[in-house]
C-alpha cells in the first residue's frame, strides 16, 4: 500500500468512526443553546495514540481533505482531553503541520502548558526545533525570525528578486499579516523608495494604513499616507523619508496626474487583485496598473488575491523580460464548518443542525430558540443570537436596512447590561455626534450589538471593527463590505440567502471568501458558518455552495468576449445625443479604455490584451475605433489623465466649450463659499450629463447631487448635511424614514460626492483649463488642488486639508475645523492650535473617540489632551 493509499483508506474507514465523533464533539463545544445530546454514541472510547498516529500520516499529504483531518485530531487533542501528554501530542501534530500559530494560540489559553519543548522527549524536541528551523523566515527589518507556513515561506522566498509574482491562499492563510511585513522590509532595504499599495476600497486603505503605523511604531525612517498628494513622494525622491502609499485605483490616478513626467514607483503591491474582473472599477485597477509600469518598465509588482482559480493571469500583463512566478495554496490553516440548519418539522423552536462535509453530512444537534421566528429577519436574529451567544458573531444581511433591523432585533434577545462598557460608550457617543442623536447604531452598540455596511464614515466602521475584535461587540451584523477586503475574523457567521449587490444571489466563490471570515488564523482553532433553511430555493437558488474559488478576468476581457457588442457601442460612441445608446453603463468604462489605447499605440493589436482574442474581433474593434480617433483632437496624454471616461466625451466638451456664446468666466465653478457656488455646480453636471457622459442620473436629481457636493466640498460634518436634509424634509412638509435619511446621506456623499463627481468634474475642468489655453486666459486657471482630490477627501480649504495631512479622518478633522477660525494653516500651525488647547477638547464637546485619534496619530499623550 502507498502512502497515498494508507492515507485514503485512514479517512475513509480506518479512523472514519473517531474522526466523525471528535468532528462531532469539537464542532458542538462551538455552538451554543444546544438541547443535550440524546443520539446513541459508541461505546468505544475514542482511542488517541491511533488517532494521533493516524493524523500524524495525514498531515504528510498535500491534500487539502487530508490537512484537514489532521487538524481536526489536533485541535480536539489539546480541546477535549485532560491528559497533559496527549494535549502536548496534538501541539506536536500542529507543528507537523507548520501551524505555529495556532500553537502559541493553544499556550495562550493556556490548553497547552507552557514550555512544550521542555517536555518532549530529546529525539522529538530535536525535530520539532528543526521543524521550527526549516519554517522560519528572517524578517531583516527588525532582526527577527518569523515562524511561518508552507504558502508564506514559499511567498516570502519568490518574492526575492524584481519577479512579477501573484499569491493566491483562501481568507484566513495570514497573507496580509506577512505582505504588510515583507513590504517594511523592502523598502527599509533600500529596495524601494516609493511603493504603493493598492486597496479596492476605501475601508480596507484606512485598515491597512492604520497596520503599517502600528507595525512601523516611532520609525522615521518611513512615512505612510493615504493621502494623493505631492509632498512625501517628492520628500521621498530627493533622499528623505521613504513613503509607502495606501491607494485605492482612483487615488493612485490622483497621485499620477498631480506628478506628471515625475510619476515613478519602485513596488506596487495589489491586493484583492481579482477585483480586476469588476464591473465598472476592474478596468481603472487595470489601467492603474499600466500607467504605473509604462512609468516604470522596471516595476517590481506583487499581486494578492484569495482562493483564486488562475492566479497566473495576473502577471501576463509583465513587461517583456521579466520573469514572473506563481504562488498558490489551498491549504488550511483553521477548520471552517459548514452547518446548515433546518427547522424541525411542527417545531418552530427547533432547528437541527446538520455539519456538511466532503461527501457527506454529519448530525451536529437541535437548537433551542427562545422565541418563535416568525419572517425571515427574525429567522436570522433569532438564530444567530441563540447560536451565537458567547459571542464573535457575525450576521450577513442582504443590505444596510436590513442590516439594522436585525440588529436591532439580536438587541432585544440580549440581557440587559448592568453597567455600559467606557469604550462601548464612546463609540455611541460617536455615533449620535458624528452622525445623529437618534442614529440606531448608538443604544445597540451599548447592549454589545453593531451594524457594519460600506457608506459609513470610517472611523465609526473601524472603531466597530476594533471592539468587535476586542469582544466588547458580541454581534456585528454586516453586508458585503465583509467580502471586500475587510480582515474581520470572528467565531461564527450566521448566513441566509446571501446576496451581493442588488439582490444577485452571492457567487459560490465570494460565499467562500466572505465564510473565511470564520475562524480567522491565530484568533480561533475553528470558525462555523450556519446557513439556515438550505432547502429553500428562493434563500438559496443553486443549493448552499460548494467550496470554490475565484476565476480571475479582467473587466475588458469580460466586455469583449460578449461578441461584436462593444464594436457596435463604439460605432455609436460618436453620436451627440447619449441617451440613445444602449448597454452605455455596460460598455462606456472599457469603450474609454480601449480608445485610449488606440490612441496610445495607433491599433490595439500592438496591447496586451490582443493576445487574449481572436484577430478578427481584434480588427473590428480597431476599424471602430479608428473611426472615433479620427474625431478627437485632445491628446493622448489629457485622456489617459482620466481613466473610464472616454475621449469622445471629453471631445464633445471641448466643442462645447469653444462654441459657448457666452463669458468663459461663465464656465468655471464659483468658490464654494460664494453665493452661487451652488448654481454654478448644477450647470456643471448638465453639462457633464450633455456633453461627456450620462454620469448624474436621474438627472432630475442633480440640484440635489450639486447640494451635496457643495457642503461636502465646504467641510460640513456629515452630521451637519443629515441635519439640514431633516431639517428641509420637516420645512417642506415632505415625510421622511430618520434611518432612511441618515443612509441616503451616507450613500449620497460616498457615490456622488466622493465617487462620481472627482472621476467627472475633474475631467470638465482639465478640458476647461486646455480651452482657456487656447483662448489666452491661462489667468483663470487655478494651479491649486485640483477638484477630483478635494472631492475625494472633501475639502476646500488649506486648514481641513492640513489637518487631514497630520493623519486624521475626515470627520476628526473636521470636527477639529469647527473650532478652528482661520481656514489657511498650514501643519505646523494646526499643530500649534492643538498644542494650544490641550485640556480643552472635551469642554469643546468633541467626541472621546476623536480625542483619542488625535492623541495617536499626532503622538500626543492622552491625559494631557483631555
Known sequence: MSLADLQSWLLQEGVRDDLDAITRLTVRNELDNLAPDTSVQSDEPIDWPRLL??????????????????????????????????????????GKLSNFRAITLATDRKLVAADLDGRLGIALRLEAQRREMDRSILVQSSGAWLQVNDFQQRFWINAAGDSWLS?????????????????????????????????????????????????????????????????????????????????????????????????????????????????????????????????????????????????????????????????????????????????????????????????STLPVGILQLASTPEGVKKRLAFIAAAVGERGGTLVYANGAGEAEEVADLISQLLPKLPTIDPELSELAELARKGVHQDFRLAPLVELGVAFHYGNMP????????????????????????????????????????????????????????????????????????????????????????????????????????LGDGMAGYLANRG???????????????????????????????????AKRHDAESIAKLDQALGALAEQIEISVDLAARHPGVSAVGLQHLLEAFRAYPGDVENLLPADVASFDSYDRFVTIMERVNDYLF???????????????????????????????????????????????????????????????????????????????????????????????????????????????????????????????????LNRDECLAWIAGRMGQFRAMDIPAIIIREVCERLTLPGESII
Open 575 to 609: 453620436l451627440s445625443d447619449l441617451s440613445s445608446i444602449e448597454d452605455k453603463d455596460k460598455f462606456e468604462q472599457v469603450g474609454a479604455y480601449l480608445l485610449t489605447t488606440f490612441m496610445r499605440l495607433g491599433s490595439i493589436s500592438a496591447a496586451s490584451l
Open 167 to 359: 499569491a493566491s491562499a483562501p481568507t484566513a492563510s495570514g497573507k496580509t499579516f506577512l505582505v504588510l511585513q515583507w513590504l517594511i522590509d523592502q523598502v527599509v532595504a533600500g529596495e524601494a523608495r516609493v511603493a504603493v499599495y493598492l486597496a479596492p476600497t476605501r475601508a480596507l486603505v484606512s485598515e491597512i494604513e492604520t497596520n503599517l503605523k502600528s507595525i512601523l511604531g516611532s520609525s522615521e525612517e518611513i512615512e505612510v499616507s493615504s493621502l494623493p498628494l505631492p509632498d512625501k513622494y517628492k520628500a521621498a525622491r530627493a533622499g528623505s523619508a521613504r513613503v509607502i502609499l495606501v491607494f485605492t485605483q482612483e487615488r493612485l490616478h490622483l497621485l499620477a496626474n498631480v506628478l506628471g513626467d515625475m510619476f515613478l514607483i519602485d513596488l506596487l503591491i495589489v491586493d484583492e487583485a481579482h477585483k480586476i474582473g469588476d464591473n465598472q472599477r476592474g478596468v481603472i485597477l487595470q489601467d492603474a496598473i499600466e500607467r504605473a509600469t509604462r512609468a516604470n518598465p522596471k516595476l517590481k509588482a506583487v499581486f494578492i488575491s484569495p482562493a483564486t482559480q488562475n492566479p497566473e493571469e495576473l502577471l501576463t500583463d509583465a513587461p517583456l523580460g521579466v520573469h514572473t512566478v506563481a504562488v498558490d495554496s489551498d491549504s488550511s490553516t483553521v477548520l471552517q464548518n459548514l452547518i446548515v440548519a433546518t427547522q424541525v418539522p411542527r417545531k418552530s423552536k427547533l432547528w437541527e443542525l446538520t455539519l456538511r462535509q466532503q461527501g
Open 53 to 94: 498516529l493516524a493524523g500524524s500520516i495525514l498531515a504528510r499529504s498535500d491534500q487539502r481533505g487530508d490537512q484537514e483531518a489532521a487538524l481536526r485530531v489536533a485541535t480536539a487533542a489539546i480541546s477535549l482531553t485532560d491528559d497533559q501528554a496527549l494535549k502536548d501530542a496534538g501541539a506536536v501534530l500542529m
Open 458 to 561: 470610517s472611523l465609526l466602521r473601524l472603531e466597530i471593527e476594533r471592539l468587535f475584535r476586542s469582544g466588547k461587540i458580541r454581534f456585528l451584523v454586516c453586508t458585503s463590505t465583509l467580502i471586500e477586503g475587510v480582515n474581520l475574523s470572528c467565531r461564527t457567521i450566521v448566513v441566509r440567502g446571501p446576496r451581493k449587490g442588488r439582490g444577485h444571489p452571492m457567487e459560490p466563490h465570494d460565499f467562500w471568501n466572505l465564510a473565511g471570515r470564520a475562524g480567522r488564523w491565530g484568533d480561533e482553532f475553528q470558525g462555523n458558518i450556519i446557513c439556515i433553511d438550505p432547502e429553500d430555493t428562493q434563500a438559496w437558488p443553486a443549493g448552499v455552495p460548494g467550496r470554490a474559488r475565484y476565476p480571475i478576468k479582467r473587466e475588458s476581457d469580460a466586455v469583449l468576449e
Open 694 to 824: 450620462l454620469a448624474f442620473n436621474p438627472p432630475a436629481r442633480i440640484r440635489l447631487y450639486a447640494l451635496i457636493v457643495v457642503k461636502w466640498l465646504k467641510g460640513y460634518s456629515l452630521a451637519r448635511i443629515i441635519r439640514d436634509s431633516i431639517d428641509w424634509h420637516q420645512k417642506n412638509g415632505k415625510p421622511f424614514s430618520l434611518p432612511g435619511l441618515i443612509r441616503g446621506t451616507m450613500e449620497l456623499v460616498e457615490q456622488i460626492a466622493r465617487f462620481r463627481a472627482p472621476k467627472y468634474l475633474s475631467a470638465y475642468m482639465d478640458v476647461l483649463y486646455l480651452h482657456l489655453r487656447e483662448i489666452g486666459r491661462e489667468d483663470l486657471i487655478d494651479d491649486g488642488l485640483d477638484i477630483g482630490t478635494q472631492l475625494e477627501f472633501g475639502v476646500s480649504s488649506t486648514t481641513l486639508l492640513s489637518l487631514m495631512e497630520l493623519g486624521l479622518s475626515r470627520m476628526s478633522a473636521v470636527a477639529l475645523y469647527e473650532k478652528i477660525a482661520r481656514d489657511d
